[in-house]
């Protein structure tokens, strides 16, 4: 608002005022109103008026309407795509929790994987390493991940952790042959190649959306 002050209020029943501080005062009022309203018509073109240019107005004037609003950030629009690109819990809502233990085989000496689901964020963990045959890339059967538990389709999930020189990928298959595999591969960034094992250099974890 205007940085003016506003003209004493003791003016109005005191007869020692003059005429002239009568009108200084009126004038102090008029150019604090002139300046207030140069304000609220920037604020309205600019705050306001942009609100209605992006389609959020009441359809009666400037002021955004806060149902509009609603419908806009939910389906489509400048914010719309990002609204629904969320955790998959909506405001008040329970998230939808899903946990399952499934038995990886394959490569590997069989082991206990977990997946946790809550909302549209996804865990698969081990307890401990994990052992398989000599490879740099060992991979489960096919189809052993749940389907709630997958990536979105045609996406493979991948997880790095690194320890030295050596980063050992996590994998999550989402589509192809292998779909709905475990795998793990490692990696020496030194050597610029790919690190032959026989188990991993510790417990496997990888946390994705779906």
């Known amino acids: 608002m205007p940085n003016l002050p506003l003209p004493s209020t003791?003016?109005?029943?005191?007869g020692q005022r003059t005429t002239a501080e009568f009108q200084d005062a009126i004038d102090q009022v008029q150019n604090w109103l002139i300046v207030a309203?140069?304000?609220?018509?920037?604020?309205?073109?600019?705050?306001?008026?942009?609100?209605?240019v992006r389609g959020v107005g009441n359809l009666t004037g400037d002021v955004p309407d806060k149902a509009v609003l609603d419908t806009r950030l939910g389906?489509?629009?400048?914010?719309?795509?990002?609204?629904q690109e969320d955790s998959g819990i909506d405001d008040g809502e329970v998230p939808v929790i899903m946990y399952q233990d499934v038995t990886i085989e394959g490569d590997f000496t069989p082991f206990t994987l977990h997946?946790?689901?809550?909302g549209r964020v996804v865990t698969l963990?081990?307890?401990?390493?994990?052992?398989?045959?000599?490879s740099f890339s060992?991979?489960?059967?096919?189809?052993?991940?749940p389907i709630d538990f997958r990536p979105p389709i045609d996406s493979t999930a991948t997880s790095a952790q690194v320890f030295g020189s050596l980063i050992q990928g996590v994998w999550s298959m989402g589509s192809?042959?292998?779909?709905?595999?475990?795998?793990i591969q490692y990696t020496d960034i030194q050597d610029?190649?790919?690190?032959?094992?026989?188990?991993?250099l510790w417990p496997p974890i990888i946390t994705y959306g779906v």
């Open 10 to 14: 003791d003016f109005l029943g005191d």
């Open 37 to 52: 309203q140069a304000e609220l018509d920037a604020l309205s073109d600019t705050t306001f008026g942009e609100a209605a």
């Open 75 to 83: 389906t489509s629009g400048n914010l719309g795509t990002v609204a």
């Open 115 to 118: 997946c946790q689901r809550i």
């Open 125 to 134: 963990w081990a307890d401990d390493v994990v052992s398989h045959s000599s």
């Open 138 to 145: 060992p991979q489960s059967q096919s189809g052993v991940i």
């Open 176 to 183: 192809g042959a292998n779909q709905g595999a475990f795998r």
């Open 192 to 200: 610029a190649g790919f690190e032959t094992r026989t188990a991993s």
